[in-house]
């Protein structure tokens, strides 16, 4: 299992069970298992950010990232979101991938997460952000919310357009941060005000480093 | 909700709420459930925690495991300790209960071993 393949977990992430009626307001969408999976699977054999550390994931969704993550032998991943049809999506499908154990699930609000869990409690987050769309600036919340729960790296999606901003922010926090990955977005277009059927997003995958931790 | 979870939690996010630490718990149901021993990983979480905190919280849901009230000075070669701690911090889990805010008695349920720390907006502080 810790050297599982990027094919293998892509291949575990497949078909996840994904929202049945999602809120618009909450930007929910599953990030796709290969997406999911090179993600994880570079955060584990580039960065050594995975195996037996304490992973949190912001905005669990469907759990796809958590699920992923414990597959890597994440001591413990905990997914936090702020809907409890989320939460509930999340635990079957861990139960599902049999990961049960290495999984924990809290329903809260992210934006306010800094006064609900002790900070600096987890090594590692990813997550899959609202990009802000819906509301403004729930991007930089959940980006400074990962920034204080994390000691060593935040692994984050980013619209290529807002790049220069969030690098900036993290900059100004003393936060080293690089883009490791461009990747494309296949986003339903209801996220969009849009006609057609899904809109193809530009999006960063950055990896911020917290400060004294290796670059 | 696993024990290492509750060392984390706090209820500051209510309004009016100075330190919100740490939740009281009621538990109806407790679930054993079984997670690899890794000594680093224990060692490593031990500093992290509030000790005090931790042995309350296994008391309170009848699994203190004899746990020092004092964590002793050389904890590190105490395997057998270490054990313990591994598995109250991930192997006890909370399936049902509460988390109670020590200030305001404001209650949190945990269900399906999901604790609920959402509020209500007037709530917030
Ligand atoms: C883009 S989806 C990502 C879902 C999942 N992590 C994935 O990668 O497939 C964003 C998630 O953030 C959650 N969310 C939005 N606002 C939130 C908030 N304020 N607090 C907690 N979760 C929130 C949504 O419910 C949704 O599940």
Redesign the interface.
Known sequence: MATMKLKKLQYELEDIETFENPKIELEQYTTSSHIAACILHTAQFVYDDIK?K?VADLGCGSGVLCIGAALLNA??C?GFD?D?SA?KLS?ENAADRNV???C??????VK?IY????S??FDTVIMNPPFGTRLKGADLIFLKMALNLATKAVYSLHKTSTRKYVMDTAKRMGVYSKVIAELRFDLPASYKFHKKDSLDVQVDLIRFVLPGEEQ | MKLLTHNLLSSKCLKGVKVGYPLRIVAKDVKISESEYNMEFVLKMIPKLDWKVLVNAAEQIGHGNNLPIELIEDYEDDEELLKKIHHVLMEVEVINGELICPETQRIFPISAGIPNLLLNEDEVS
Do not use: G, N, Q
């Open positions: 037996d304490m001591k413990l905990t702020i409890p939460i635990v049960s154990e290495r924990e699930f809290v329903l809260c609000d306010t006064t609900s869990i002790k600096k409690s």
